[in-house]
């Protein structure tokens, strides 16, 4: 599970125990690389 905040103009991403995963620049750009981490995971 995973959050996506947007703080500052930007996307901020955050894993399930609230640990900053990465930002990105749009919503959608975080939920490409959101595909690509869990991938890259599994």
């Not at 930007?10 to 125990?17: E, F, K, L, P, T």
């Amino acid at each position: 599970m995973f959050s996506i905040r947007k703080i500052c103009g930007h996307i901020q991403v955050y894993d399930a125990r609230g640990n900053f995963l990465f930002s990105a620049d749009s919503e959608r750009e975080a939920r490409e690389e959101l595909r690509n981490y869990a991938e890259f995971a599994a």
